[in-house]
């Protein structure tokens, strides 16, 4: 695998230039493949730099998970006291927002962005307290893991056979990110930090290496943080030239994405996220769309079947997708019709398993439109059974 070269890395005063700007506060993300490779030294080693050119730095939050290294370096860096909750009989430590929002520092230090704050704080979420610092002109630094990566989700529990249940909206990382760094290293390194106890505790290494720390499950979240920064990277390629003059853009439009659902399907959560992650390697736009029939409506629904076609649609939205209900009795032909009148290049589908005696008379959606699409593609994704994961937050 190409190793990145350390002079390719950021310097600290490109983010530097961003603080100094009047506006929106600017966001910088260290994001790693998993826990131990060194996102929160890297912001901490980063954050001494720019206390030293001059900008007020403060510590929202940092976890060192009682790593010595990354304490030493909390050294010099004025921080605000954690707010203390009493949780079911246990401590909890976490980010005093409201005193953040008094105190409206300059750059402010929020590790592990994908974390579910305490009860009774200012957000729910970690990421919903960054959000707010950003609108309040604070800039920020912070941390999380690529398997966080909401849209995402699917493909590492396949790969790790674990659910994430703690995850990050994608627009983070494709339009609120200013700058995106990799924390990276080697898989060997990294296994090596393990088992000489500078990840986790001595008692921790042996379930680590059993569970989560596998040369497998380790080399694929590694390719996905790569590939992940390199995505961004052409992302803001694509904003900025979308804000050139119209002469000096490509040509050609770019052709969307469309991820067609159904109100009865389980896996469309599923298809969405493909979705996501198409119109993200393509940096284009995209659009889900279930239509609604007379089988198929607010009166022919289950309320099971109309809360998870509402959740997805959610779902949808909250990746970036522009969700769309149409109306029609046919309804590979209403799906074709919005792809050809809104310039779609691409069609994700799902593929319903039935018994071989059904699929004899059973003509459905999806061979409906591979046989009727054109020139358009389509992307076929296989339903399986579901598979039982380990939760993970």
């Not at 310097?11 to 493949?33: A, C, M």
């Not at 909750?85 to 592990?112: Q, R, S, T």
């Not at 296994?191 to 000489?196: K, P, S």
Request: aromatic share 4%; hydrophobic share 40%.
């Amino acid at each position: 695998m190409r190793e990145l070269k350390k002079d390719t890395r950021p310097r600290p005063e490109s983010f530097l230039d961003l603080i100094r700007r009047e506006g929106r506060g600017n966001l910088k993300i260290f994001l790693g493949f998993a826990p131990g490779v060194g996102k929160t030294y890297r912001m901490l080693q980063e954050a001494h730099q720019l206390k030293q050119k001059g900008v007020d730095v403060v510590v929202g939050i940092v976890d060192t998970h009682g790593r010595n290294d990354t304490e030493i370096l909390l050294e010099g860096l004025a921080q605000i006291p954690p707010r203390k909750v009493n949780y079911k009989g246990h401590e909890l430590f976490d980010m005093d927002m409201d005193a953040v929002l008094v105190l409206l520092p300059e750059l402010v230090l929020i590790d592990e962005l994908a974390h579910t704050n305490a009860p009774g704080g200012h957000n729910a979420k970690r990421w919903q307290d960054v959000e707010e610092c950003l609108a309040m002109g604070i800039n920020v630094m912070t941390t999380m893991n690529v398997q966080h990566i909401d849209s995402l989700n699917d493909d590492i529990a396949r790969t790790t056979k674990v659910r994430v249940t703690e995850t990050v909206p994608d627009r983070f990382l494709d339009t609120l990110a200013d700058e995106i760094v990799d924390v990276d290293l080697p898989v060997d390194e990294l296994l090596t930090r393990l088992e000489e106890g500078k990840i986790y505790p001595r008692e921790r290494i042996a379930t680590a290496l059993h569970n989560f720390f596998q040369l497998r499950k380790l080399t694929a979240l590694r390719e996905l943080s790569l590939r992940e920064v390199a995505k961004s990277v052409g992302a803001k390629a694509a904003k900025r030239e979308a804000t050139l003059p119209e002469g000096s853009r490509g040509e050609v439009p770019k052709e969307r994405v469309l991820v067609a659902v159904s109100s009865n399907s389980k896996n469309a959560s599923s298809l969405i996220r493909k979705g996501a992650r198409l119109a993200g390697e393509l940096n284009t736009d995209w659009d889900v769309v279930s239509v609604e029939s007379s089988r198929d409506n607010e009166r022919t629904r289950t309320i099971e079947e109309s809360q998870r076609l509402n959740d997805n649609m959610d779902l949808a939205r909250s990746l970036g997708a522009k969700a769309v209900r149409l109306k029609g009795e046919i309804v590979p032909h209403s799906i074709l019709d919005y792809a050809r009148e809104n310039r779609i290049g691409k069609i994700v589908v799902g593929k319903t398993w039935h018994p071989w005696y059904k699929r004899l008379f059973k003509d459905d959606i999806m061979n409906h439109i591979l046989r009727e699409s054109g020139s358009i593609d389509v992307y076929v994704v296989t339903s399986e059974n579901p598979k039982k994961f380990h939760l993970r937050s």
